[in-house]
């Protein structure tokens, strides 16, 4: 029986907390006295990482809520007061809004895409599309969590290369099984070598069914690959020397499929979060 030690924080989280502290605010004001900075100066300066970097407004903003963070911790343990003034954050402005526009498929184009995806890529693109799960969260599933007998899947832990708590009490819900997708995974277990209790539904071969396979795996080389095969997605550059097939944006984002194929089309999503009443497609 495996044993994972699960941190509060995602691991992803803390990874994030870490590069922004250590590639944008050291550098910057590291030299800089806690209490001497004034909002507009920090205002100013990720106003000037927009227009150098390209960097998006949900991105400045990370950056100012974990700049945020550390005054608020150093308030808590006492390094400096515990009064308004003493955290300059709490006075930044930035704008939040995030200019990512989701790409709509056709239902013709959605499975066409989805044609051209091997096992188990295309049982594992289905189970997000179907429930709405985060990346994580179907990585995180072993067969133990799946019962066919009662049509539901129980999402007890995540996969962001080490094992997490999901991230909400939500996210902990049961999840309804659809009868199709029932079967696709049902063939996928029938298939994988690893189909015990306690192991990965959708586990790395190349670790030996240890771990789960790498999240960005799915979009990299098998997703974005197969919407280029069918043409929806071009590999040439633009005249800005962009590649057209980047879409901003991760595992998280959901295109938005207006209908399915035959039966798939009557699938309803029960899930609070996303109200969708047809199936989605995750590509970006």
């Known amino acids: 029986m495996r044993i994972w030690h699960i941190h509060p924080k995602a691991h992803t989280t803390i990874r994030g907390y870490e590069r922004v502290l250590r590639n944008r605010l050291l550098p910057q004001w590291g030299n800089r006295i806690a209490l001497g900075l004034e909002p507009l100066e920090v205002e100013e300066w990720l106003k000037a990482l927009k227009r150098k970097e ?25 390094l400096i007061p515990r009064n308004q003034e003493s955290n300059p954050m709490r006075f ?36 997000a599309a179907g429930t709405g799960l985060r990346i994580s969260e179907c990585l995180g599933l072993q067969w133990q969590d799946v019962s066919f007998a009662e049509a539901v899947i129980q999402v007890r832990r995540t996969w962001t290369a080490q094992v997490g708590w999901p991230k909400s009490k939500a996210s902990k819900g049961p999840v309804p099984l659809h009868p199709l997708l029932a079967e696709f995974m049902f063939r996928w277990k029938r298939e994988t070598p690893y189909s015990q209790p306690g192991d990965w539904v959708f586990p790395s071969f190349k670790l030996k069914g240890q771990q789960p396979r790498v999240a960005n795996m799915l979009v990299e080389d098998y997703l974005r690959p197969a919407a280029v095969k069918v043409g929806i997605l071009s590999s040439h550059r633009d005249d800005e020397g962009r590649l057209l097939d980047v879409i901003h944006g991760d595992l998280a984002s959901i295109i938005c499929v207006t209908a399915w194929h035959r039966s798939w089309s009557a699938l309803e999503l029960t899930q609070k979060r996303y109200r969708l009443c047809f199936a989605t497609v995750m590509l970006s």
């Open 54 to 78: 390209g960097l998006a407004n949900p991105t400045l903003d990370k950056i100012r809520r974990v700049m945020s963070l550390v005054y608020r911790h150093s308030q808590r343990y006492g």
């Open 92 to 127: 930044v402005r930035c704008k939040t809004t995030s200019e990512y526009e989701a790409m709509i498929l056709t239902p013709e184009q959605a499975y066409t895409v989805l044609l051209n995806l091997q096992e188990p890529e295309r049982t594992l693109t289905l189970l």
